[in-house]
């Protein structure tokens, strides 16, 4: 199996108010996360005190998805993924144990011990896991990486591409842009062959 542990960074240093609103934010984002791959989610993704997120999935579907939401909202976090055996307890991932979780969480740990390289992913991934689990691993943290290099409004008209199939003029519509921009935008991303990717890597 599968786990990813997000770690909020930018839950660290707000407010009150804002915490609440960031809060509600994630919990809104990991309710899309399970209505759209409740199939490949092991056990319901959680928010531990408002600082982490943790899946148990098995697949890089909802892990990407999450990834590209948070961020189109703009949100800074930092994610270890792991492979392993897990003790599923009850049904929230915060609730389950094993290998997977402690690969993720030792992944994670090993970006916060790094003090000169700017890095937001890292994983590691258990000697018995079989080969779709690791290239489930390896394909979230490319496509993570594609994801990085667009800006606010690439990442939105992108998604309504890639997750929500829309065409053209539906994306225009839904963001209130004309279609001109809208293809322009994504000419200017690597969106057209991520979208064939990941249609690719679904089959």
Not at 40 to 57: F, H, M, R, W, Y
Not at 77 to 86: E, K, N, P, S
Not at 102 to 116: Q, S, V
Not at 173 to 188: D, F, I
Request: hydrophobic share 40%.
């Amino acid at each position: 199996m599968i786990a990813a542990i997000v770690d909020i960074v930018s839950s660290r240093n707000v407010d009150a108010h804002e915490r609440r609103r960031l809060d509600k934010e994630l919990r809104a984002l990991l309710k899309e996360t399970i209505e759209g791959f409740k199939e490949n989610c092991i056990a319901t993704p959680s928010l531990t005190q408002g600082d982490s997120i943790e899946l148990l999935v098995n697949s890089w579907q909802p892990i990407v998805f999450l990834f590209h939401r948070l961020l189109m909202e703009d949100v800074e976090f930092r994610v270890g993924l792991g492979t392993g055996d897990v003790i599923i307890q009850k049904e929230n991932a915060d609730e389950c144990d094993g290998q997977a979780f402690w690969n993720a969480r030792e992944a994670l740990d090993g970006i916060k011990r790094t003090k000169y390289m700017n890095r937001s992913a890292a994983f590691r991934i258990d000697e018995t896991s079989p080969n779709d689990e690791r290239m489930a691993v390896t394909s979230s943290v490319l496509l993570y990486t594609s994801l990085l290099g667009m800006s606010t409004v690439q990442l939105h008209h992108c998604y309504y591409y890639i997750w929500e199939k829309k065409r053209i003029s539906e994306i225009a519509k839904a963001t209130r842009t004309s279609k001109g921009n809208v293809s322009k935008t994504l000419s200017k991303t690597p969106c057209y062959l991520l979208e064939r990717v990941m249609t690719f890597l679904d089959h």
